[in-house]
């Protein structure tokens, strides 16, 4: 405690608070690009899923063997896998944008799970309907299926994304400078670690609490539409 | 000239045959009517001319075109030409009722937006619905929205309709209005196979009764000869048992 009230000037100094504006850019960045990516390729993937056609079906293995192992593999090691991936072609990227490609895949694969089941949810009545009237796949799901899906989907997205703000932090394990990360590195110079990791967890908690209140209403609000 | 010729249909389903073997013929203003117990292949027939369920053999032919379910254009052309009637009503629940059956003439077969809203004004009026244009069919009694339904059919201009025993699933009470319609229909002479439970109604429309059971035809004729003086025995007791429950 003594540190605490000791460490507390120092702490919020100018560089520090840079650092931390930073690194709380970084993690907001994180979730919302790999989460809008994630929406609309879990779109497509969860539409791909839906055709029937022989020539596709290469491409709809392909993509439900993706989507089930992503689901089922730990984030980190999927984080790991592309880290390795990525160093073994020799490329040199900066360690935000490998974070960003494996939070992405990882979005993806359960936003598009989300958004299957949405599909799915659609009575099969409406969909013999839309065939039955010479609808395309397109047309059925922009003009039936989405419209009632929909309330489904965003609230189950929106929950999904406030938890997915907590997993951006295995990013840190890469080293790009997100609120994880900077916490770690706040106790390496000798910080207290109550200071440095309470100002992160009040960091993500100013994140993920408004995030989680506007799921909420949105979920209210499509329902009783 | 035959409209519609069916020869020797058969379908699985599940595995199972549903169909074994059904031929019969449509003629133009004709009203074909399919009896027989639950499933005995009635609502599959209506389904498969539809596309919904592939035939695993037999012709179907439309207007001396024969019809390869396989192929998607084929299926296409059934469908620009036979419009069905579901049981359920299976009105898209996120439209109005004005937009049910204004969707597909304006989206799939990209209509002129506004020749298709009059033509479904005066459809939706003409199944006596013209005050309810903007309710949702969670807003509507079932047999409102077996009206919408129809409404929604009649709008593609469809050659042929299937009716899918579109009273079943009504209130007693809300029978005779979807019953109205249909009779509407038939004076107009539009073509229709229909389905249903609905005895005295066959009986009174109907151009031609086609008894159903285990997936094959046990007997067909006008529906004089079916209800008065069928051949077959079965025929004989199935109609004695609904006339007499």
Known sequence: MHALIEQWPRFFSGPNILFLATALAHTVLLSLASCSLGLLFGFLIASTRLTRSWTLLPLRLLLTGLTESLRRIPPLVVLFLVFFGFSLIAVDIEPFWIALFALTLIATAFIAEIVRSGFRSIPREQWDAAATMNFSLVQTLAHVVVPQAWKIIVPTVSLFFVMFIKDTALASQIGVLELTFVGKSFIDRGFSPLLSFGTVLALYFILSFPLARTGQWLEARLASS | ?245
């Open chain 2, 1 to 245: 000239m035959h409209h519609l010729d069916v020869r020797g249909l058969t379908a699985d389903y599940a595995g199972k045959p549903v169909l074994k073997g059904v031929s019969f013929t449509v003629t133009r203003g004709a009203i074909v009517s399919l009896i027989g117990p639950s499933g005995s292949g009635k609502s599959t027939i209506l389904r498969t001319l539809t596309g919904l369920l592939r035939p695993s053999g037999g012709e179907i032919w439309l207007d001396e075109r024969q019809l390869d379910y396989r192929k998607t254009a084929d299926v296409a052309y059934a469908r620009q030409r036979i419009a069905i009637v579901f049981q359920q009503y299976n009105l898209f629940q996120n439209m109005t009722a004005l937009r049910n059956v204004t969707v597909t003439p304006e989206k799939v077969r990209k209509r002129d937006k506004r020749e298709v809203e009059a033509e479904a004004v005066a459809l939706l009026q003409k199944v006596g619905l013209g005050d309810k244009l903007k309710a949702y069919p969670d807003e509507l009694s079932g047999g409102q929205q077996q009206r919408v339904a129809i409404a929604r059919a009649l709008a593609l201009k469809p050659e042929i309709l299937l009716l899918d025993e579109v009273t079943s699933a009504l209130d007693p009470e809300l029978v005779h209005e979807v019953l109205d319609t249909v009779r509407l229909l038939a004076a107009e002479g539009m073509t229709m196979i229909t389905v249903s439970h609905e005895m005295g109604f066959v009986r009174e429309l109907a151009s031609n009764v086609m008894f159903l059971e285990a997936g094959r035809v046990i007997e067909s004729g006008p529906p004089q000869q079916i209800f008065e003086a069928a051949r077959e025995a079965r025929t004989r007791q199935f109609i004695g048992k609904t006339l007499y429950r």
